[in-house]
């Protein structure tokens, strides 16, 4: 299930197709790379597509907030940067200027944890009430929960997630993100932001540390993914 979420994150991003054929004889990381790789187009270049997206940003950002062109910094905190009280509308506004997709805005952890550990419980008692007694409407009533908890609960999704601590880190997780439709706007791409962008694919989708993503390295066998 992992893998299939990865690969559909990289499709979407990268703006390519991996075929069945071709994902059931990759292995490596380093396969899957060269996978991706072997579909961009022929246009390489040494240009910065990072720095690319953050002056984008940072021209958006500017008449926003209070901070000078020179404030708005790779390490500027993003919490600091977009206020809470209009960081959602912000947040849509940024999107549309910049045509671009942006990580989504979380809720408080507490929340999260609320949710997920009262479903978990709805889950086990349903589970043994079928067991035991063929009884389905707890199961159902748990996944009515889960739903109706995050539509309820959307409205305190105004936090950055912990990826997005600072604007460079913010601006990579775009990049991984866009990585198709920048370098098609831009009209070339290079190897170094292919290579972030897909690290980053794994830390976002996967919670795998960028670190952890070397060439050499087995997806399934290294990295846990099944």
Do not use: H
Not at 81 to 101: A, C, F, H, P, Q
Not at 129 to 158: C, D, G, M, Q
Not at 169 to 176: E, R, S
């Amino acid at each position: 299930m992992e893998t299939v979420i990865l690969l559909e994150a990289i499709e979407r991003s990268f703006k390519i197709k991996i075929r069945d054929e071709e994902a059931v004889k990759i292995i490596t990381i380093g396969e899957l790379y060269d996978c991706i790789i072997s579909k961009l187009s022929s246009n390489e270049s040494s240009d910065c597509m990072t720095n690319r997206v953050f002056y984008k940003m940072r021209q958006a950002l500017i008449p926003l907030t209070n901070f000078s062109r020179i404030e708005i910094a790779p390490s500027t905190s993003m919490e600091s940067l977009v206020e809470m009280r209009d960081r959602v509308k912000i947040w849509k506004y940024l999107s549309n200027y910049t045509g671009l997709r942006l990580p989504n805005l979380v809720r408080p952890k507490w929340i999260e944890n609320v949710i997920l550990l009262t479903f978990l419980n709805l889950m086990i008692l349903g589970i043994v009430l079928l067991i035991f007694f063929r009884i389905w409407s707890v199961l159902i009533l748990s996944f009515l929960f889960l739903i109706l908890a995050y539509k309820l609960t959307e409205k305190f999704a105004v936090y950055f997630p912990d990826y997005c601590s600072n604007l460079g880190d913010t601006v990579k997780v775009i990049l991984g993100m866009n990585f198709g439709k920048i370098s098609a706007e831009k009209g070339s791409w290079n190897q170094r932001d292919a290579w972030n962008a897909f690290q980053f694919i794994f830390f976002v989708e996967l919670g795998v540390f960028p670190e952890e993503v070397k060439k050499e390295a087995r997806i399934c066998a290294d990295l846990g993914l099944d």
